[in-house]
């Protein structure tokens, strides 16, 4: 028995075994009961009925993010079916006909019933190698995630790679079940398809979301498509459900991929111009300028320079730096509010230099007078007035005081100093 809602998840799937008491399966006929009741619309193309513009035509925005966020070879797919069939002849996507869709996907669809060997045809076995290939390839991406996450992922893996895969028959034949409002055969459906759903996910790690989050938001995009399915086309059902699957994930990517979200298309623009920078650079044999590189996108030069400008991913002070990692970012990066220990000496040093040549110059009351009026030592300087006030003399007389002190700074042998 599978538990679909950490499978639909992408959490730890616990090991359960396979002989469950009457209660237990008590309890999911009442969850299948519960999504009967939900009314899951299917909405394939009638045979000989015309696709309105809304369903012929796809979002650009949709496409330009999923050329975007995604890389183009070749799907690892777990059956030996090739992509053969053009995606753009899927049905089209608009933003609320994806958010009326996201509704329909029930939180009550968890846990699933076991696909029997009576109700599911059994798939054809992978050569040995093929097999151990696809395995080494799933665990090379499971070792990049840290420890706790690499142990959830390959418990999902062990737990999906339970389930039999099923022929383009049997995909028609699930297909009619669900026009009829059958949910059991959606939940087959699903089940048999989660592994497309890792194949596709795996190739967008390190875009800023786990692995786990990745297979969550690619599960979504799957119960899109098979309900979504119109088997009357001919094609096999992974070549509907891959864009489906690439369309969620690529806008999770963009929505949840960086702790500052920028708008889709900012991440549209800046990827495109990631993609000519480097394809210049490969034929140029040099770092392209600003201007072949806004004629190379087509964007305005100052726009692109303004989207060059938009905020990369946060780095944490905690990172960990030096050869052996014993020390963190943040003890190593300067303060900037406050000055250097080089500064502090220095600008301590011209302090004195400066009181030394005032005492050799001037009076006591010349000193305190340029002191107060120009905020020699502590930096607040008075007006005349207030001076006065301090020194018990009028405001005329501080100024002449001012005026003489000022004289005597003036000498050259005075300034020489000073300068020095």
């Not at 995606?87 to 029997?116: F, K, M, N, R």
């Not at 049997?170 to 459906?189: P, T, W």
């Not at 011209?350 to 340029?370: F, G, N, W």
Request: aromatic share 2%; net charge negative.
């Amino acid at each position: 028995m599978i538990d679909v809602k950490r499978a639909m998840t992408g959490n730890t799937l616990g090991n359960t075994s396979r002989k469950k008491s009457d209660s237990e399966k008590q309890s999911y006929d009442t969850i299948v009961e519960q999504l009967l009741t939900k009314n899951l619309p299917h909405t394939p193309v009638e045979a000989g009925r015309e696709e309105t513009n809304e369903d012929a035509e796809l979002s650009e925005d949709h496409l330009d993010l999923d050329h975007d966020l995604s890389d183009t070879a070749p799907l690892d797919l777990d059956d030996d079916s090739a992509l053969v069939e053009d995606l753009h002849d899927e049905e089209g996507v608009d933003e609320e006909h994806l958010d009326s869709h996201a509704a329909d996907i029930d939180e009550t669809l968890l846990t699933l019933p076991t696909i029997t060997s009576t109700t599911a045809q059994p798939a054809t076995r992978r050569p040995a190698n093929r097999r151990r290939r696809s395995e080494d390839q799933e665990e090379n991406v499971v070792n990049g995630a840290d420890a706790g996450e690499s142990d959830a992922v390959m418990t999902y893996l062990r737990e999906i790679g339970r389930v039999p895969m099923i022929t383009h028959e049997r995909e028609v034949e699930l297909a009619q079940h669900i026009e009829a409002g059958d949910r059991d055969a959606m939940k087959q459906f699903i089940l048999a398809n989660l592994r497309l759903v890792v194949s596709i996910a795996k190739r967008y790690v390190g875009r800023g979301l786990t692995l786990l989050d990745l297979i969550q938001e690619g599960n979504i995009g799957l119960i899109r498509a098979v309900q979504r399915y119109d088997w009357r086309r001919g094609h096999r059902f992974s070549t509907h459900a891959t864009w489906w699957i690439r369309q969620a994930i690529s806008r999770a990517v963009a929505d949840k991929g960086r702790t500052i979200r920028l708008p889709v298309y900012v991440n549209t623009a800046l990827n495109r111009i990631r993609r000519e920078r480097q394809r210049l650079l490969q034929e140029l044999g040099r770092e392209p300028s600003e201007q072949e590189l806004a004629e190379a996108t087509g964007l305005d030069p100052v726009r692109m320079i303004e989207l060059q400008a938009a905020p990369g991913a946060p780095v944490s002070l905690e990172l960990p730096v030096g050869e052996d990692d014993d020390q963190e970012l943040g003890d190593v990066l300067p303060d900037t509010d406050s000055a250097s220990p080089e500064e502090l000496a220095t600008t301590q040093t011209l302090k004195d230099e400066v009181q030394r040549v005032l005492a050799s110059v001037l009076t006591p009351r010349e000193q305190l007078v340029l002191q107060l009026r120009f905020g020699l030592g502590n930096g607040q300087a008075h007006p005349l007035e207030q001076v006065g006030r301090e020194l018990g003399i009028t405001r005329e007389r501080v100024r002449q005081i001012e005026a003489g002190a000022l004289a005597k700074l003036r000498q050259p042998p005075v300034l020489e100093r000073l300068r020095g």
